[in-house]
């Protein structure tokens, strides 16, 4: 049988890059990413609004369970997202407005759920980032097994112990930790890019010229040069 694995986590971004990427949308991310990445649209944000980044801590639980949750939430520092593969089941709650408050308490930065939440009410009144594939009152079981710190995936997107996890209205991201110094980099320069583009549109001078480009390249021709021809 395999051994419960409750780990120290060896590595975590550096609280800067965490405040860099906070920054920028998430969507500007997952573009220099190559929009391969992302958790699932089912993970949807159920706090009142507001950034997710940070360094995850993971968790895997069984389906409906919450015990490892409970001990990953003992074990967090400051400023860390919980981040639980709970299988995406929604039949049992895995966290609720208690264990939501503990967290806060205690500085983590917030959660991630691939399961239900319950308490719906408290949660979405408040701004501690709350991260869940849907929502039920059942309560959650707290038997085991799981695992802390160990690699998990969500959707196809695989988070190691201290990657960051970004998330805002558009959903979540995880930025790999050997990866994270040049994506920022990259996202940075996107946001830049984007910042003009909008400042083109609200001056009434945005380009559009790459759209007739795009269509030459699928054989399109317009209609006053087609009579011409």
């Not at 806060?104 to 980032?129: E, W, Y």
């Not at 830049?192 to 021709?221: H, M, Y």
């Amino acid at each position: 049988m395999v051994k419960i694995q409750i780990r120290e986590r060896s590595r975590a971004v550096s609280a800067a890059l965490v405040k860099s990427f906070a920054d920028i949308p998430v969507a500007n991310i997952s573009d220099v990413m190559q929009r391969l990445t992302a958790g699932g649209s089912s993970l949807r944000p159920m706090h009142a609004g507001g950034v997710l980044a940070g360094p995850a801590l993971t968790v895997k639980s069984r389906p409906g369970d919450n015990l490892f949750v409970h001990k990953a939430i003992a074990m967090a520092a400051p400023g860390d997202v919980i981040v639980v593969d709970a299988g995406g089941d929604t039949t049992n709650a895995i966290i609720g407005e208690l264990m939501v408050r503990t967290a806060s308490r205690k500085g983590i930065a917030g959660m991630v759920i691939n399961g239900a939440i319950r308490d719906l009410d408290s949660i979405s009144q408040g701004a501690f980032p709350v991260y869940a594939s849907g929502v039920t009152h059942r309560g959650p079981y707290k038997n085991g097994p799981g695992e802390i710190n160990t690699s998990i995936s969500l959707d196809g997107m695989v988070i190691q112990p201290g990657d960051l996890i970004v998330g805002d209205a558009d959903g979540l991201l995880c930025v790999p930790y050997e990866q994270a110094d040049d994506i920022l980099r990259w996202a940075s320069a996107k946001n830049a890019l984007e910042a003009g583009i909008i400042r083109d549109i609200d001056n009434d001078r945005l380009d559009t010229a790459w759209i007739d480009v795009e269509l030459a390249k699928l054989g399109f021709v317009p209609a006053t040069q087609a009579e011409q021809e």
